[in-house]
């Protein structure tokens, strides 16, 4: 069993950046592919940013392509998320994902844990 928490979600100006955290607990992270997903209010969840599970891959929804960051410390047992020039449009709960397989698709149930979400606020 895994425990993912999320922190580092806040309230930040548009332009502005944060970084994400979400720890694992109970069992080595390295194991698994994450990825990184948001909810905004009245829209259904998205994919936001994946790592593999040695950190060496990453892939990006183009929303956020060139702007956020995915990195993993599995050391710590930690995925990371930058996340920089923020705009309103990103401002959502976000949520990581730990998947024991490879998928091609980001259909919730090949996820094997979720984390409880951090809220990111982008004031305009």
């Known amino acids: 069993q895994v425990q993912l928490a999320e922190s580092g979600g806040g309230l930040v100006q548009a332009g502005g950046s944060l970084r994400l955290s979400c720890a694992a607990s109970g069992r080595t992270l390295s194991s698994y592919y994450m990825d990184w997903f948001r909810q905004a209010p009245g829209k259904e969840r998205e994919f936001v940013a994946r790592?593999?599970?040695?950190?060496?891959?990453?892939y990006y929804a183009d929303s956020v392509k060139g702007r956020f960051t995915i990195s993993r410390d599995n050391a710590k047992n930690t995925v990371y998320l930058q996340m920089n020039s923020l705009k309103p449009e990103d401002t959502a709960v976000y949520y990581c994902?730990?998947?024991?397989?490879?998928?091609?698709?980001?259909?919730?149930?090949?996820?094997?844990?979720w984390g409880q979400g951090t809220q990111v606020t982008v004031s305009s």
């Open positions: 790592i593999n599970r040695s950190g060496g891959s990453t």
């Open positions: 994902a730990a998947s024991s397989s490879y998928y091609s698709d980001y259909r919730e149930g090949h996820y094997d844990y």
